[in-house]
């Protein structure tokens, strides 16, 4: 199964509630909130008031994206303010564990992401505990970049280790994502595909979203 997930930092943000039911009514699973706090990538976004803000008008998963220092200082405000899924980056703290185990106790998916620089073994140690890996497939810190085709080596990779080792985890790729390229990731093994740009900036974002679907059936994982 492929879950769609558009990244809110693609959105009109004074037209939060209609952007989002347009790409809620377009077909998409998730909504993939991108939080960057201007330290741990050099850009600023939005916080946990902004999502407890569009909670009650969305029924998509909210798969949350933590682009900051220290997480585990805001697990709770984003368990609060209604996250599904929490993603924590690899390099954005010193005990991971601690966070994902945080994340888990409130009842919350947790997930671990690493940035192109960081080589996949920095994972290993933590696929027992998480439901979900983010791979970037851009540099974090801002939507509408090319997808580097490299990253998904990484996704390969951790596809393998699962197989191995008997884990079972979703794999998100996150940047750069659109229809010419979904099938490479899905052919690597990605089940969850962030979009933001090619699908919040679109004039018709259902075809966009039904040609992502077919081409990802066309491409699909064989392991
Ligand atoms: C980048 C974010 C991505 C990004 C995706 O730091 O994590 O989620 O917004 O946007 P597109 O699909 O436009 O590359
Ligand atoms: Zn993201």
Redesign the pocket.
């Known amino acids: 199964m492929i879950y769609i997930s558009p ?1 809110l ?2 959105a009109d943000f004074a037209d939060l509630k209609n952007d989002i039911r347009r790409v809620e009514e377009a077909g998409v699973d998730y909504l ?1 909130l ?1 939080v ?1 706090d201007g330290a741990f ?1 050099p ?1 600023m976004s939005f916080g946990a008031p902004v999502i407890s803000c569009i909670r009650p008008h969305s029924k998509l998963v909210f798969d949350v ?1 933590l ?1 900051i220092n220290d997480p585990i200082r805001y697990i709770e405000d984003f368990a609060k303010a209604g996250a599904d899924i929490i993603t924590i980056h690899e390099e954005s703290c010193e005990e991971p564990q601690k966070a994902l185990d945080l994340i888990r106790s409130k009842g919350i998916k947790p997930s671990i992401s690493i940035s192109p620089a960081t080589p996949v073994e920095k994972l290993y140690p933590y696929l027992e505990s998480v439901e979900m890996v983010l791979i ?1 497939t ?1 540099v ?6 090319s997808l580097i085709p490299e990253t998904l080596d990484k996704v390969r990779a951790l596809r393998r280790y699962a197989k191995e080792h008997d884990l079972h985890f979703d794999v998100e790729v ?5 229809p010419d390229n979904i099938g490479l990731a899905t052919e690597a093994g990605a089940n969850v595909i ?5 699908i919040f900036l679109a004039k018709d974002p259902a075809a966009v979203i039904d040609s992502m679907r077919k081409i990802a059936d066309e491409h699909p994982y064989r392991a």
């Open positions: 990244s930092l693609a993939h991108d960057m990538v850009n994206h682009m970037m851009v974090p810190g801002f939507g509408g970049q996150d940047g750069g994502l659109k962030v979009a933001g740009s090619a």
